[in-house]
């Protein structure tokens, strides 16, 4: 349960997570300015390596970090004060390789295993360690692409919004892997793989607040698949596919990230390569109208794209520049425009208290 004071003070603190084997920090904090969106470092931890995803408890008192490594392990850092990370033991390995990606449904913590391709549910203990996997769902398949498809590379794992479910992305089978959650145990039971375009690799999922929408963002292509999503029969149908990129534009371009406005009216998509943030104007119902602008990410290779809680700013860590970049929102056309800028080395992920 988030308190009262909780609600007032969201936002206030930036975890910034980054490749230490590419000179990264590790999980810097960042105290945020709610005027301005700026970033000022106020901590930064190296207790676990290549923390390139990020995650909070439900009631934003634990911070969670994948350890991309081969091994693959979590790490669990409280946030007993917000500024200052404090290890919950050592890192927890996850039995998968370099895992990418983390959720939360009922009583575990779910990482997504790049490497491995697989799915892995982390039980919570109380005060929010980490315990030993106990369960690991192996993903099976491949695609056409030879250099990135061979076998399964599980990139996004995230709850439906009823909690019911759990959605797996898959790069390289193109599907999403769907598992009902046991509700004694909480552990995934494997239900359905719903497979999309060939070739796409599809790497993260973002729904719509209205819950029955949704936006599959493809990397090997600069696409965003949307999904009638049905929680009742844990049933994912694509319905459509869209560029997210304008016609004729002639870039290298890896899509990483989908973010999604709380009022349903814009999809914001980063774009690697192309260093770019696109906006995309939604329906009432949540399909996709096109593209309303193209704005430069302010850096090269955004990795990771986030909302500010206030959904007054987006932004954007820009790996291979070392920086996060932030922009405002104009509120009538979604269209974000530069803001400021932080210097953080390999930067992956952004998550905000």
């Avoid at 096109?290 to 932004?315: E, K, N, V």
Wanted: aromatic share 6%; net charge negative.
């Amino acid at each position: 349960m988030i308190s009262s004071d909780q609600h007032s003070r969201r936002g206030r603190f930036a975890y910034i997570g980054s490749f230490t084997a590419a000179g990264g920090s590790g999980v810097t904090v960042a105290e945020v300015d709610s005027r301005t969106g700026t970033l000022t470092p106020v901590h930064a931890t190296d207790a676990v390596a290549n923390p390139s995803f990020l995650a909070l408890s439900p009631g934003a008192d634990v911070l969670y970090a994948v350890s991309e490594t081969d091994e693959g392990a979590v790490a669990a850092f409280s946030l007993a004060d917000p500024a200052r990370l404090e290890p919950l033991g050592e890192p927890v390995p996850v039995r998968g390789e370099a895992p990418t990606h983390l959720g939360f449904a009922g009583k575990h913590l779910f990482t997504a295993n790049y490497g491995s391709g697989s799915v892995s549910a982390l039980p919570v203990r109380t005060g929010g360690a980490l315990g030993a996997p106990s369960a690991v769902l192996p993903h099976r398949g491949s695609g056409p692409v030879a250099d990135r498809q061979r076998g399964p590379h599980a990139h996004a794992v995230v709850p439906d919004p009823s909690g019911r479910l759990l959605l797996a992305v898959d790069l390289g089978t193109d599907s999403v892997w769907i598992s009902a959650l046991d509700p004694v145990t909480g552990l995934p039971r494997p239900h359905h793989e719903t497979r999309l375009r060939s070739g796409t690799g599809p790497r993260h999922l973002a729904f719509h607040p209205g819950g029955d929408r949704a936006y599959v963002l493809n990397e090997l292509v600069p696409t965003v698949t949307v999904c009638r999503w049905d929680a009742a029969e844990g049933s994912l149908v694509p319905a459509g596919e869209t560029r997210v990129l304008r016609p004729g534009t002639d870039a290298v371009a890896y899509p990483s990230e989908p973010v999604v406005s709380e009022d349903g009216r814009f999809l914001w998509v980063a774009v690697r390569g192309h260093d770019s943030i696109t906006t995309l104007a939604l329906d009432a119902s949540g399909d996709i109208l096109g593209i309303r602008a193209s704005t430069p990410c302010g850096g090269h290779w955004p990795r990771d794209l986030t909302l500010h809680p206030s959904g007054r700013y987006l932004y954007a860590a820009n790996e291979r520049s070392g920086d996060v970049t932030w922009f405002a929102i104009e509120p009538d056309t979604g269209i974000p425009s530069p803001a400021g800028a932080l210097a953080v080395p390999a930067a992956s992920c952004v998550i905000f208290s």
